[in-house]
């Protein structure tokens, strides 16, 4: 595999890890809140839609995020209303969330736009482009030069084609995405807010005792949540695709689960997870890549299956002990 091809492939694996990425730090902010959200695979989908659906009506993909975000808080209050306020099962509250957007989204779908449960093709102002950073090669080089984007990178040199390949080119959300990791940290670690989330996911009732709600702290990191899911729908329909279709989070909300808890509630720990997942997701698609480093043929099936099958032995604890936070998954009841 020569260099360029390495490029590629790590390409791939950023713009594919990026929903994950968005998704999983929303996971950590709840759970360190001590909410566990198994929903994350409906708001993600729900987002989607909308997003992609608004984004076509109004022909513009700035709106198409609001109302994706705007979707994906909706489900993040309901998931609040049932496991905060009404101290209902957590998990139970996100299965019903993911039954809940995988029926929704195909039926409003199909009554906006009669396509199937799809929306249409998302084009122009509809959907998030690429941004070429200065002085990285791109299609205004092409068109002065009268070649191809793809000969102009493959005889320019490794760190411009590093630069041009895997550093530029990406749509403005896989930079926030990049950014919110640092961020995560700081919120979390360095500031009162953070500090008082973490404690509410370990001991809620030394922060009720201290006169801090309880209640507003989950509630804040439900809608952090939210926002971060809504983001990462938005970032699948209208900058990784072109539109909506059934489904389309496949599996995405599940994965980012298992990346955070291969990541132990880190926020640096869960962007290398999810990129590993990434690598796995682009190595399916490069199937030439991989049997040319292993020199067999290998099944597309077996590729394709890769990042689930590594879902399943984290999820089964075969990576090693996580612990996850104290009262994560548990109603606080205040005493009286």
């Not at 390495?6 to 999983?24: E, F, G, K, N, Y």
């Not at 195909?106 to 449960?117: H, K, P, R, T, Y």
Request: hydrophobic residues 55%; glycine residues 12%; proline residues 4%.
């Amino acid at each position: 595999m020569d260099f360029l091809t390495l490029i590629q492939v790590l390409d791939s694996s950023v713009r594919l890890a990026t929903p994950l990425l968005l998704a999983c730090l929303a996971g950590l902010f709840s759970e360190r809140a001590g909410i566990f959200d198994i929903g994350l695979e409906g708001k993600m989908l729900a987002a989607a839609f909308f997003s992609a659906a608004i984004a076509y009506m109004t022909g513009s993909v700035w709106v198409g995020l609001l109302a994706g975000i705007g979707s994906s808080i909706v489900l993040s209050l309901l998931h609040g209303a049932a496991s905060i306020t009404f101290r209902g099962n957590q998990l139970i509250s996100g299965v019903a969330i993911n039954f809940l957007a995988a029926g929704l989204t195909v039926l409003i779908a199909q009554s906006w736009f009669n396509q199937g449960g799809r929306t249409p093709s998302l084009m122009g102002g509809g959907r998030f482009e690429g941004i070429e950073l200065p002085f990285a090669l791109g299609p205004k080089d092409a068109e002065a030069t009268g070649r191809s984007l793809s000969e102009l990178i493959a005889e320019a040199g490794p760190i411009s084609q590093l630069y041009s390949e895997l550093i530029s080119g990406h749509s403005i959300l896989v930079y926030i995405a990049l950014l919110c990791v640092p961020a995560t940290w700081y919120i979390l670690f360095r500031t009162r807010f953070g500090l008082r989330l973490r404690a509410v996911g370990e001991n809620p009732a030394a922060v009720d005792t201290a006169g801090i709600s309880v209640i507003g702290l989950r509630y804040a990191a439900v809608m952090i949540c939210g926002v971060l899911c809504g983001i990462a729908g938005a970032y699948l329909s209208t900058a990784l695709q072109a539109g909506f279709v059934k489904d389309m989070a496949a599996g995405r909300g599940f994965i980012a689960l298992a990346a955070l808890i291969f990541a132990k509630w880190r926020p640096w720990h869960a962007l290398y997870a999810c990129l590993l997942f990434g690598l796995l997701q682009a190595l399916a698609l490069r199937s030439d890549v991989v049997e040319g480093l292993v020199r067999v043929e290998v099944p597309v099936q077996v590729l394709d299956s890769l990042p689930y099958v590594l879902t399943v032995v984290i999820l089964a604890g075969f990576v090693g002990k996580a612990i996850p936070p104290r009262a994560g998954g548990e109603p606080y009841v205040k005493e009286r």
